[in-house]
């Protein structure tokens, strides 16, 4: 799998879009973009992930640059609710792949 | 639906004891996975089930590490001997199996966690 970096941590005002940037310059033709987030004493929990077009759900947006080597996910409107650790991670998405986290960023949603 | 569930939530024993983690994922997942966490780290690969058998176990530490899946459904990790180092957060996964390109396939659903501390 493709490493990604990810800032560290990161704060973001209460109500105001959360982006959080991802840089996968190794990635390969068939992997995906993933992002998980991890709410303290939880599980991880997907949240969107795409191959080269931008994605939306109701969770969160997902931009791919045009050369595919860093991606940001947008939280439009942030709340605490949405404190947590938020891993980037590529993958292969055909079939089975193990997810390969790294250390994450830390985000706080500030009142 | 019910999610992944994990039993115990906690579970707190000496060193040198042999622990049993349990998994129940969710109903009609094929594939499930185990990982562990240390503070402060992200998740950290262990094994692969998909049905009964361990299709990838290149993420057990050592041979005191050992996960079964006997009916296809829930799984049980085993730690004999455990060491301090062993203490962290033991987290499961599954997720459907689709065919190659689905998008089902790809998410990974966790349960909460066994967050087991070794005295």
């Known amino acids: 799998d493709a490493k990604t970096t990810q800032p560290p941590s990161m704060d973001c005002a209460e109500g105001r879009a959360a982006n959080l940037p991802c840089n996968h310059s190794t990635i390969s033709g068939n992997e995906y973009v993933y992002w998980y987030r991890q709410i303290h004493s939880q599980g991880p929990q997907y949240i969107i992930h795409g191959l080269k077009n931008n994605e939306t759900n109701e969770m969160a947006s997902l931009i791919i640059t045009e050369d595919r080597k860093s991606s940001t996910l947008i939280l439009p409107h942030a709340t605490l609710r949405d404190t947590a650790v938020y891993y980037c991670i590529v993958r292969v998405g055909a079939s089975y792949d193990k997810v390969i986290f790294g250390p994450g960023t830390s985000l706080s949603v500030i009142p | 639906g019910a999610g992944v569930s994990q039993t115990p939530s906690n579970k707190v024993t000496e060193k040198g004891k042999y622990v049993e983690l349990r998994c129940d994922p969710i109903?009609?997942?094929?594939?499930l996975y185990w990982y562990r966490q240390s503070l402060g780290q992200g998740p950290e690969f262990l094994i692969y089930?998909?049905?009964?058998?361990?299709?990838?176990d290149s993420g057990l530490p050592n041979d005191r590490f050992f996960a079964v899946r006997p009916e296809g459904s829930v799984s049980t990790l085993k730690i004999q001997r455990t060491e301090r180092g062993d203490s962290a957060v033991y987290l499961c996964?599954?997720?459907?199996?689709?065919?190659?390109?689905?998008?089902?396939?790809?998410?990974?659903?966790f349960g909460p966690g066994t967050r087991l501390l070794v005295l």
């Open positions: 089930f998909q049905g009964t058998g361990a299709a990838d």
């Open positions: 996964a599954s997720s459907p199996l689709g065919l190659a390109g689905e998008r089902t396939q790809e998410t990974q659903y």
């Open positions: 109903s009609g997942h094929t594939a």
